[in-house]
């Protein structure tokens, strides 16, 4: 026999002590009692931040970024003036290389910007009909699931079923069993009074 062999011996559909509120009350009382000395297991523990070693290259962006957030500063705002097409002014309007840099900056606004009218164009021209299949690859997924959990409804209402119909067969059975206990023990104790007595009625004929 395995060692892993469960024997469930709770057939609910027909044990019928439990609605008993003594029963209850006891069955309440025994499980406060075990929890007041159940001492939860730790499930995280080996979850937590402090277990893991997060080594990041010195300088990294990403070894920065986990030591602001241990810190608790705040993010800085996004800078959005590398977004902007300005002309070097006050001193820089006489550098050279300001002008360069502003003009690079300036060639690289303008493809941004034809980027983002390529998008808008194709958006406009297969948008809506990749938005349509997207929607009805959600409805695809929306029926498989809603079939899904039908069927495993159906599974469980079934198996639950066929235990109710088992445990009520059984029922029947363990009732019949049960009397005919009681009613064997009862035998038993008859004749044991019975014995009892031709004892005691042996014992005096003997002494007479």
Do not use: C
Request: aromatic content about 6%.
């Amino acid at each position: 026999m395995a060692s892993d062999t469960v024997f469930v011996d709770a057939l609910p559909y027909i044990d019928k002590e439990y609605d008993d509120p003594r029963t209850q009350e006891v069955v309440h009382g025994l499980i406060e009692e075990e929890m007041a000395r159940f001492r939860p297991k730790e499930y995280l523990r080996d979850r937590a931040i402090g277990h893991y070693n997060l080594a990041f290259k010195k300088g990294s962006i990403l070894a920065a970024e986990l030591a602001r957030v241990s810190k608790g500063v705040p993010m800085a705002a996004l800078d959005q003036t590398r977004y902007e097409v300005r002309a070097p002014d006050g001193a820089k309007a006489e550098d050279l290389g300001a002008w360069r840099d502003a003009v690079r900056n300036a060639k690289a606004q303008l493809g941004h910007q034809y980027n983002r009218q390529l998008n808008l164009e194709l958006l406009g021209n297969y948008g809506a009909n990749a938005w349509l299949h997207h929607n009805k690859a959600l409805a695809g997924m929306e029926s498989n699931m809603v079939a899904t959990g039908k069927r495993l409804r159906d599974e469980a209402d079934n198996i639950n079923a066929q235990r109710q119909e088992a445990q009520t067969g059984l029922g029947q059975k363990l009732w019949h069993l049960d009397r005919q206990r009681v009613e064997t023990a009862d035998k038993n104790l008859q004749i044991a009074l019975a014995n009892a007595a031709l004892q005691q009625q042996l014992k005096k004929y003997k002494e007479t």
